[in-house]
């Protein structure tokens, strides 16, 4: 509290190269007019821009992430992403040169570095979908390789749908930051796309000079974009839920669910659940009549001496029975009772 009750707002005053203040006689547009607010405290924590106001973050945008200072200046930072390597498969050699780049690296910086660690899921869904589709385009292979491929993949799919997966990334936190002499225009819009245009110029600068170095010890750096530190910093709140919800994943949990998401009328439930109930009680009785005649044809069978078991299947025995069936569902049915007719849900509603 003491940090937002003791802050200075960046200057953003027109003036020349030098820094002399420019004049200004055009009339004061109201939109522009600051708006005092009180200081916001835990219990009054509504939503995320509220969290970040706390946090002090000003703007994510540009790749960059503005944090107040309260000294009349403006600080950002940007994230570079450091590949890894396992140092169990290189020699004593390699080690020792690794080691030395790295030290190099550490002794030449100039502005403050932080690195951070962070656990991520791991969600590969995309490229094993992708990597499903090319295995069935590959030149030279035969069906049984297709189909070996496709069973090993849909596998992977499944482990990871029923596994949680986490991994760990490494991140440099690389800072920069802008003092109101080494900006200047006659408009604040353009003193403000200064800033922003020195800044991403020193953290570029930086971060090409690190990579310089440490790609020569397997650990290059990739900067990320406004859409990557948004990622990083929403999966540090939810890190166990930071998974992307695809539609076609939305449609298989539909498929298996009670109850339909989608609006349909009191008549259309009443005709369903009836259907459900006929094509139910037919199943039971179709099922009750196939019992009935089989015990008759067993009883057939051990009055002649013989095992019904081995001689309960043959050809003239299921077709006497399919028979009997057809003619009970002949006899109790009629086109218009015909539970499977698909047509006759064309005139609901």
Avoid at 53 to 62: H, L, M, N, P, S
Avoid at 143 to 154: D, G, L, N, R, S
Avoid at 232 to 246: A, H, M, P
């Amino acid at each position: 509290m003491w940090r937002h009750s003791q802050k200075k707002n960046f200057d953003l005053t027109p003036r020349d190269r030098s820094g002399d203040e420019l004049d200004d006689d055009e009339d004061e547009d109201p939109s522009e007019t600051p708006e005092y607010e009180d200081d916001v405290t835990f219990d009054d924590w509504n939503n995320w821009e509220d969290l970040l106001q706390e946090a002090g973050i000003v703007d994510i945008r540009d790749g960059m992430i503005e944090y107040e200072t309260g000294n009349n200046s403006r600080m950002f930072i940007a994230l570079a992403e450091m590949q890894q390597s396992n140092p169990f498969l290189k020699t004593d050699d390699e080690l020792a040169q690794q080691n030395a780049i790295q030290e190099v690296f550490f002794n030449g910086l100039k502005n403050p570095l932080k690195e951070t660690s962070q656990s991520q899921r791991v969600e590969m869904t995309d490229f094993l979908n992708r990597l499903k589709d090319n295995s069935q385009r590959i030149i030279g292979s035969n069906p049984q390789m297709k189909q070996y491929a496709q069973e090993v993949i849909e596998d992977t799919l499944r482990y990871q749908r029923q596994t949680d997966r986490f991994e760990n990334r490494a991140y440099l936190q690389f800072m920069a930051i802008i003092n109101p002499d080494e900006v200047y225009g006659d408009t604040p819009a353009v003193i403000e796309q200064q800033i922003h245009e020195k800044a991403a110029e020193k953290l570029i600068r930086q971060i090409d000079r690190g990579n310089g170095l440490l790609k020569r010890a397997d650990h290059a750096l990739a900067q990320l974009d406004t859409f990557g530190l948004l990622e990083v910093i929403y999966k540090t709140f939810n890190r166990d839920s930071s998974v992307r919800v695809r539609l076609e994943d939305v449609v298989r949990q539909q498929k298996f669910q009670i109850f339909s998401s989608a609006f349909q009328s009191d008549k259309y439930f009443k005709d369903v659940q009836q259907r459900i109930h006929i094509e139910t009680e037919a199943i039971n009785r179709a099922r009750d009549i196939l019992l009935a005649q089989q015990k008759k044809h067993n009883e057939a069978m051990l009055s002649q001496g013989k095992d019904y078991y081995e001689d309960s299947y043959d050809e003239d025995n299921s077709s006497s029975i399919s028979t009997n069936v057809n003619e009970y569902d002949n006899s109790a049915d009629t086109d218009d009772d015909d539970i499977f007719n698909p047509d006759d849900f064309k005139d609901l509603s």
